[in-house]
């Protein structure tokens, strides 16, 4: 889910720990994405949570995005 309705619903819990992914990475170690939808639900998802483990692959690193969450 993405959008309004799943970041409401995040909202709702606490998580004690959260996996989130991205599109890609730029060498500052910011996240990007390219759909900001999935990005409100990561910001939620991060607020959310008491610890995050982001998953990303090599490739992530030679893509361009849109800058995704914090």
């Given at each position: 889910m993405v959008?309004?309705?799943a970041?409401?619903?995040i909202r709702k819990f606490k998580f004690d720990l959260a996996v989130i992914g991205c599109s890609a990475l730029e060498r500052?170690?910011?996240?990007?994405?390219?759909?900001?939808?999935?990005?409100?639900?990561?910001?939620e998802i991060?607020?959310?949570?008491?610890?995050?483990?982001?998953?990303?692959?090599?490739?992530?690193?030679?893509?361009r995005a849109i800058p995704g969450p914090r």
């Open positions: 959008g309004t309705l970041a409401e619903a500052d170690d910011d996240l990007l994405d390219f759909d900001i939808q999935e990005v409100c639900v990561s910001d991060l607020d959310q949570s008491r610890k995050t483990f982001l998953t990303a692959d090599h490739t992530k690193s030679s893509l």
